[in-house]
């Protein structure tokens, strides 16, 4: 492991690639800064960063680079043209992508002689540094490995493994599973709502306490899921089925729209016509697959 003050460059000064720059300068590295607008340097100069001209020197000036922008075009619009810059280099990419993306780049960074480390930021921007702030990885071990304590100055530091792809992967599967819950949150608030019921009242005294305890039914769901067991025990997706529609009928006669809830409705009618309708909530995601089984 190197020394926890390792020089450390950081492409991309957003508010999530400002967050990261502040969190190494209250750690006490040496930051070197770069932005494609080069305003955006200034406020981290004042707080002790060096603010690169161009993307080259910003790059010589650390062996870990961090990159932190909109996108992949944008990361490869950014790097693409100085990739030999990044030979004997770690390239730690915190951008938002795809699997496949990750992989691609890996494979990139690796042509241009730079270990390649991807990663997810499970947080919001004033959560960098502090409790709560997960960041997952996956990549280079030997790289990770080097730089976790540097990389821990962010938030909890999950390795995932070798596959670039696996930090990205996971990163999706947690904001599926948050804007699932996030959708369910608006439909419930709206729906109470058309008759006048503030959200924070309805939030705080009943839905909390009632999502709370539903959660307790995920790491039941996920054990029966590993082994392939979908038998109803108590409360049949044919029997769902039926309630189901007082969810969608109810909505639709207080004036509220339902495409937040209809995604499920679709797939548990699915699941009751294809001869499921004695299987749990856990036996939909056999039917989740994009390809048809045989």
């Known amino acids: 492991m190197t020394d926890s003050r390792t020089p450390v460059t950081v492409i991309g000064l957003g508010a999530m690639g400002t967050a990261l720059a502040e969190a190494l300068l209250a750690g006490g590295h040496d930051v070197t800064v770069w932005n494609r607008t080069s305003a955006k340097a200034e406020p981290l100069a004042a707080k002790g960063a060096r603010a690169a001209a161009t993307v080259e020197e910003a790059i010589a000036a650390s062996p870990l680079v961090i990159a932190c922008v909109l996108d992949y075009p944008a990361l490869h619009a950014t790097l693409d043209p100085v990739a030999t810059a990044l030979a004997d280099r770690v390239l730690v990419n915190l951008t938002n992508g795809t699997p496949e993306q990750a992989r691609a780049t890996a494979d990139w960074a690796t042509e241009a002689g730079a270990q390649y480390v991807d990663g ?130 109810a909505s639709r006669a207080q004036g509220l729209r339902t495409e937040l809830i209809e995604p499920m409705r679709n797939l548990i009618d699915r699941a009751v016509a294809e001869g499921k309708g004695g299987e749990d909530l856990p036996g939909l995601i056999t039917l989740l697959s994009a390809t048809p089984s045989s």
Not at 144 to 159: K, N, P, Q
Not at 209 to 228: H, K, S, V
């Open 120 to 249: 997810g930021i499970m947080a919001i921007p004033p959560m960098i540094g502090h409790p709560g702030s997960t960041l997952l990885y996956s990549g280079a071990r030997e790289a990770f490995d080097t730089h976790r304590e540097t990389l821990e100055r962010f938030g909890v530091a999950t390795y995932l493994g070798t596959d670039p792809g696996a930090a990205p992967l996971h990163d999706l599967a947690l904001l599926c599973g948050m804007y699932g819950m996030f959708g369910g949150f608006f439909h419930a608030v709206g729906l109470v709502g058309t008759e006048g019921v503030k959200a924070s009242e309805f939030t705080t005294t009943l839905l909390l306490p009632w999502l709370n305890a539903m959660m307790t039914a995920m790491t039941e769901f996920a054990r029966l899921i590993d082994a392939g067991d979908f038998e109803s025990r108590d409360s049949n997706l044919a029997m769902q089925s039926a309630g189901y529609v007082n969810l969608i009928e």
